[in-house]
């Protein structure tokens, strides 16, 4: 009997490649975690700016404390919710790339800052985030290469 039962047969996915499995669960902790570390670091980079710009600025120096602070929280708080919806987007391009086509590190990498970066350069008010943004991924590639 030449029946073998333990060879695993590939799926070819909606394109004709042989992806990974797709799993919501891994999505969403893709996502999630994309999200979260974007906030994070958004947040931070928030609050350099915002400060910065706070200490600079004569129409602000002026102003009271609590109208510099409210400065400083909204700086905060956009840019941690802009580069966790940013981060979040990279990591579910990723994910997206992995289940489609899995090319490996290099390419989900690449596919992802094709899209999301991109994303950015396409409006011009985004486009001041860009080496922020740019860090981001550079320090999520350091860290996949690195693992």
């Known amino acids: 009997n030449n029946n073998n039962n333990n060879t695993k047969k590939e799926e070819v996915n909606i394109l004709g ?34 400060i910065r710009s706070a200490s600079s ?12 602070g409210k400065f400083v929280f909204q700086g905060t708080y956009r840019s941690g ?3 966790g ?11 997206a790339t992995r289940v489609l ?5 290099v390419g989900e990498i690449g596919m992802g800052s ?3 970066l991109g994303g950015l350069m396409a409006r011009r008010e985004w486009r001041v985030s860009m080496p922020y943004a740019v860090m ?10 690195m693992r």
């Open 17 to 50: 490649y042989v992806g990974r499995p797709y799993q919501t669960s891994d999505l969403l902790r893709n996502v999630a975690f994309g999200a979260t570390i974007g906030s994070i670091t958004g947040m931070c980079f928030g609050f350099m700016d915002s």
């Open 85 to 95: 919806g940013f981060f979040g987007a990279f990591h579910t391009v990723k994910y």
């Open 114 to 116: 094709l899209v999301t």
């Open 57 to 68: 600025s004569k129409l602000l120096k002026t102003a009271s404390r609590s109208a510099q």
């Open 136 to 145: 981001l991924v550079g320090m999520d590639s350091f860290h996949v290469f």
């Open 101 to 105: 086509v899995d090319p490996g590190d």
């Open 81 to 83: 919710m802009f580069f």
